[in-house]
Every structure is written in C-alpha cells, then in structure tokens.
C-alpha cells in the first residue's frame, strides 16, 4: 500500500510544471539533502525537491554557500535520488564550477546529472552566465536560473538584504529572467526581492517562477527545509520564512529524555533487550 499522501502519483517533470503554470496551480518546493528526507517529502507530495548548496549552512555549519564542492552536491544529490518516486529533483551546481568558463561549466553539469541521476540543474545569475547556462542546455540538461539575492555572490552583495529594491537592479532583473527563459530554462527561481517585482516578472515570463521572500504573485513557493521545521536556530528569522513546526524543541525534548533515561538504567528495559 502507498504511503503517498498526494493522489497524483506521476512523475513530476519540467513539461509537468510549464502545465502547471498555464493552469495556474501552484508548485510546492523545498529544499532536501538526504536519502531519509527525501523519501518524507516525495510521500507528502512537495512536487520539486532543490539539493540547495545551503546545504553549506544546515548541514555542514559553514557561514557561506561558497565552500561547496561539486562532490558534495553529488554525494547529496545521489542520496535524495534514491528516496524519490515522484518529485522533480533539481541539484544546485557550486560555486566555482561554472561562472566565467562555460568548458568546465558543461562538464561539471555532466558529472552532476550522471552520478546523480537528478532531474536538472540550477544556477546562480543572468547575462554573466548566460554562455554557461547555453552550454549546458545544449547538452539536454534542463536548467532552472536563480535571481535576486544570489547567495553566492553574498561577498559582492555584502548583507543578505532584499534584493533590486532600486529602479536600475528591478529592470536587470527582468531583463535576466527574459534571457534566461529564452536560452530555454525551464524555470527560475526569485530569491528576496519586492513582492511587485516577483509578480510583474511572473506575468512577463511562460516558464515558472519559484519564490523565496519574492511574494505571492509567482507560481510557486520554496523553503530550506530546516528552516521550516524550525529545526535551525531562531534568531535566523527572515520575513519570508513560516514555520510549520519545532523541531528543534521537539528534538531537544527526546534527546534530554533518552540521555536521561540511560544515566537512570531505565533504557533499555527488559522487552528492549536479549
Ligand atoms: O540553496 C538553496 O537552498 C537555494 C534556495 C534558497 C532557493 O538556492
């Protein structure tokens, strides 16, 4: 018997979603990195699973999204791909593999897509990479695009505030999310910017458009999935995250009671033991 909690057990795909966008039905998204995550997301019915190089931050504690490595994403990558039935599986590419050299661009998406077995890829930025993303979809690798606050260029950027609030960044902006969709990505991804802006780039764009603190006007939402359990710590709290659970207080509470529970001999009990 199924465990899915979604009736629409078909595969999520790119054409899957370009539907969905002309149906105006909403694309669920979160972030995963792990076999056993994955495989409670895909049965809850997220329809995009993003092996996000946040995984720099809430799994490997680093501050930035920078020390990333094209194995790691591909370490990650292959354990949700074995916990998915369902979902699309988008894999970020790392800093480092593919700005300014659109050669080792395609042969690190290569190496992504075959030893991981995702679905596409995804990018950070516009016009500069715009020779990387060209490439890479020549080789038939579905692409998806990132824009507004771009984590990876936090040391450009200096904060982590929302993006393109001034006429000039609004209008690249867009300008890079048209090119984007005309070099053939199948969707894009708008990170931290004004609701108004998210919405008048939803309208002039055929391709999805995923949002992150980019409002309520674009065709579907995503999250890191720690954040959202309130798993992470809670002075991280940016406008755009809801929590839907407290992981972290419900985690703390299991631990201190196991640890209190072994110092005491109370685990394990006689039917817990040979
Ligand atoms: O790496 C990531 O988790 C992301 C999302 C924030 C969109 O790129």
Avoid: W
Wanted: hydrophobic content about 40%.
């Amino acid at each position: 018997m199924s465990t899915y909690t979604t009736e629409d057990l078909r595969k999520v795909t790119t054409h899957r979603l370009a539907e969905m966008k002309q149906r105006g039905e909403k694309i669920s998204m979160l972030t995963a990195y792990d076999y056993t995550m994955a495989t409670i997301l895909d049965s809850a019915g997220i329809d995009v699973l993003l092996v996000g190089d946040s995984a720099s931050n809430v799994m490997a504690g680093n501050i930035t999204t920078l020390p990333m490595t094209l194995d790691q994403m591909i370490y990650h990558g292959a354990s949700v791909m074995k916990g998915v039935k369902r979902a699309l599986v988008i894999v970020d590419m790392p800093f480092g593999t593919y700005q300014g050299n659109s050669t080792l661009a395609l042969a690190s998406a290569i190496r992504i897509m075959k030893e991981t077995g995702a679905d596409g890829l995804k990018l950070e930025g516009g016009e500069e990479i715009i020779e990387s993303v060209t490439r890479i979809l020549s080789a038939g690798i579905p692409v998806m695009g990132h824009l507004g606050l771009t984590p990876q260029s936090i040391n450009k950027f200096g904060t982590y505030n929302v993006r393109a609030k001034e006429k000039e960044e609004a209008s690249k902006l867009l300008a890079d999310a048209q090119l984007l969709e005309k070099a053939g990505c199948f969707g894009i991804v708008l990170e931290k910017i004004p609701a108004v802006l998210g919405t008048e780039v939803t309208k002039s764009l055929k391709i999805p458009v995923i949002g992150i603190g980019a409002g309520n006007g674009v065709d579907g939402q995503v999250l890191v999935v720690h954040d959202m359990l309130g798993m992470t710590n809670k002075t991280f709290s940016p406008r755009f995250l809801r929590r839907y659970a407290d992981l972290n207080s419900i985690m703390t509470n299991a631990f201190q009671q196991y640890s209190k529970d072994v110092k005491s001999g109370n685990f394990p009990n006689e039917s817990e033991q040979y």
